[in-house]
């Protein structure tokens, strides 16, 4: 399985303020997706990144909300803007595509979020 | 458009008794992929199956076993003999047969397994 790290792995944040996620994985993998899980929720994909090219949002996701970066195969970020407290969530990163020849996609540990 | 249902909310076993979960999915695709995926308190994310939809074989690992029916499009997770440390939330989820396409995700099942 691919190894995938994220950072922070918990925070708790001001209203208005902004937070940047890390996730890096130990293989280049072709795409990465950013998921949100509110609390007591399932997971809900925000977007798709893909190296080289923007972010793709699903509905009810906005790119000046939630600007993402993939700046190589293995690293994206993913930026909480202007926070409230909706915005209190775990978010996960995923890799797929071609890791260790598999098309099982695996999740990173997660950034458990708080936002006061 | 794809969607995985997971009837149950919470469930809850006494230890040592069999426990399934129940996952209902629907889409138009002919080849996709099933997964089922737990999730302890700690919220870490971890992989249990994947299951293409070609191979209706069922699948046994241990204490869990699954039971895929593509004729009722059902993909349905059994725990025997279940243990305090199965007490987690587990999730259905379904893609394409790309890893390139992401997971569409049921709503989970909280099972509580009491000693």
């Known amino acids: 399985s691919a190894v995938i790290s994220q950072k922070p792995s918990r925070d708790i944040c001001q209203r208005g303020t902004s937070l940047t996620i890390q996730c890096q994985v130990d293989s280049q993998v072709t795409m990465m997706f950013w998921y949100r899980q509110q609390p007591g929720q399932s997971l809900t994909l925000i977007a798709t990144?893909?190296?080289?090219?923007?972010?793709?949002?699903e509905s009810g996701f906005v790119i000046d909300k939630f600007p993402i970066s993939r700046p190589n195969l293995t690293f994206s970020t993913l930026t909480v803007s202007n926070m409230s407290p909706e915005d209190s969530s775990i978010y996960l990163c995923s890799v797929g595509g071609q890791v260790r020849h598999t098309d099982t996609q695996y999740f990173g540990p997660g950034t458990r979020l708080t936002v006061l | 458009a794809q969607k995985v249902t997971q009837a149950q909310t919470e469930i809850s076993v006494v230890e040592k008794e069999d426990v399934t979960l129940d996952c209902v999915y629907e889409?138009?695709?002919?080849?996709?992929?099933l997964f089922w995926y737990k999730q302890p308190p700690s919220g870490e994310l971890v992989f249990l199956i994947r299951r293409n939809s070609f191979d209706e074989q069922n699948e046994i690992s241990g204490r869990y076993s699954w039971n895929f029916q593509k004729s009722t499009s059902s993909f349905n997770f059994t725990i025997t003999a279940s243990q305090v440390v199965d007490s987690a939330v587990y999730f259905c989820?379904?893609?394409?047969?790309?890893?390139?396409?992401?997971?569409?995700f049921g709503k989970g099942t909280r099972l509580s397994v009491i000693a």
């Open positions: 989820a379904l893609s394409g047969v790309s890893g390139n396409t992401p997971l569409v």
């Open positions: 990144a893909n190296q080289g090219s923007e972010a793709t949002y």
């Open positions: 889409t138009r695709d002919t080849t996709y992929y």
